[in-house]
């Protein structure tokens, strides 16, 4: 296994630490919300630990704090993590073959993670970029938690921060660059557009479901060629 980690030049590494980066921050608002929401300490870092998916714990805790029960809670979690389904199936080879690995590189799979290591064309590169992010996100994730879990005793207004934009600031600045291409900006476009409509009258969640319809604006290849010819 030492060998793989060979693979990755620096230009990788930076990506890697800077989602590191930018999800402890995140990971920190999530603690300080979740604790000023009236959860006990213990419940935002148990669940990063267990459960490792922001945003289904972001919507577990609103859930929660708005009324609702453990039940809609869960539910709503996994509405939202189907999403990974796919994304399994995608990097299944990448993680390994051994029981231990899938179930370990499973707990590990994150959007980041999955996109690191599809972006690179060699297998083997492939795999250290995929655990070099996922474990670099799940140590700085966790860390971000506990400590916005223990500031979250100490600020009354966590939300006064905007501690939530920073994330997806990063991520949109890592996604500029690809949308160059007018193969890849139109279905991001459509995407984009379903979730801001739907966003005003559906769950938090569903919204980002169903931007995969931006997916149907992906050129097909035979298309593509048939209109070269």
């Given amino acids: 296994m030492r060998s793989i980690w060979r693979t990755l030049d620096a230009a990788l590494w930076r990506g890697v630490l800077a989602i590191a980066l930018a999800a ?72 390994g073959r051994s029981w231990p690995a899938r179930l370990l590189g499973s707990h590990l799979l994150v959007d980041e993670s999955v996109a690191f290591a599809m972006a690179q064309k060699d297998p083997v590169r492939a795999r250290a970029a995929y655990w070099a992010c996922g474990a670099s996100l799940f140590v700085a994730w966790n860390l971000g938690v506990l400590g916005g879990s223990l500031a979250g005793t100490l600020i009354e207004d966590p939300n006064a921060l905007g501690l939530d934009a920073v994330f997806p600031a990063v991520m949109l600045a890592l996604v500029l660059p690809a949308l160059k291409d007018a193969g890849k900006l139109r279905p991001a476009l459509l995407g984009a557009a379903i979730a801001l409509a739907t966003t005003p009258f559906l769950p938090p969640g569903v919204p980002v479901l169903l931007a995969l319809l931006g997916l149907l604006a992906v050129p097909r290849r035979g298309a593509d060629r048939e209109v070269a010819a």
């Fill in 24 to 95: 402890a921050v995140n990971g920190a608002s999530f603690g300080a919300i979740a604790v000023a929401a009236g959860n006990p300490l213990w419940v935002p870092v148990v669940m990063s630990v267990l459960v490792f998916a922001g945003g289904s714990q972001y919507m577990a805790v609103g859930v929660v704090a708005a009324g609702g029960g453990p039940v809609a809670a869960v539910v709503g979690g996994l509405v939202l993590n189907s999403r990974h389904l796919p994304f399994g199936l995608a990097v299944g080879e990448v993680i």
